[in-house]
């Protein structure tokens, strides 16, 4: 019975996403999580960190130039970080708001654009940072903590 991690390595995975590059964004996800369920992560807190990267990955796609998301995992738990180049947030307020999204018609046709991203990786996450400046670039940082989490298998 543990409270944290105590013997999870340290663990950097990047991911390089470019413009309309959706295949890598979804991949990024579906690499942590087999990653995760190695380290014997429970399925409920890998299915949280999961739409969290599946959504800031997307967010990347289609909202950004190009960018980078960086998943840092240590006993503590895990750490969720884009860096893009593109046409950043004006208000991030209203982008934050359920049902807000700037996606184009061509977007919403391949399903997308519903508005929900951010504030379901806001949902999932422990802590949760959003910057961004206009026409130069967006940042978001979200963790996942693993106290009080235990190892799948591990009775209470
Ligand atoms: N990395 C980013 N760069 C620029 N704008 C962004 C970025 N991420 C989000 N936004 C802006 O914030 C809005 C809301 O984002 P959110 O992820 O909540 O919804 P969405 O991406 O439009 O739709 P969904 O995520 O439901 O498919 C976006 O429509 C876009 O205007
Ligand atoms: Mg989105």
């Known amino acids: 019975m543990v409270d944290s991690l105590t013997y ?33 992560l429970k399925q409920d807190v890998i299915k949280r960190i999961a739409i969290i990267i599946y959504e800031a990955a997307m967010n990347v796609a289609i909202h950004a130039t190009s960018g980078k998301v960086t998943v840092h995992v240590d006993p503590d738990g895990i750490t969720i970080t884009t860096q893009d180049i593109g046409a950043g947030i004006e208000d991030i307020d209203l982008a934050m708001k359920e049902g807000y999204s700037t996606a184009t018609y061509e977007i919403r046709e391949m399903g997308f654009g519903a508005g929900m ?40």
């Open 117 to 156: 991203g951010l504030s379901n990786i806001k949902q999932c996450s422990d802590n949760f940072y959003l910057e961004s400046k206009v026409r130069v670039g967006t940042k978001l940082e979200a963790k996942v903590f693993f106290k009080d989490q235990k190892k799948a298998g591990e009775d209470t």
């Open 8 to 40: 999870t390595p340290q663990i950097t995975l990047e991911f390089e996403i470019g413009e309309k590059d959706f295949f890598v964004a979804g991949e990024c996800a579906s690499r942590v999580k087999k990653t995760l369920q190695q380290i014997g």
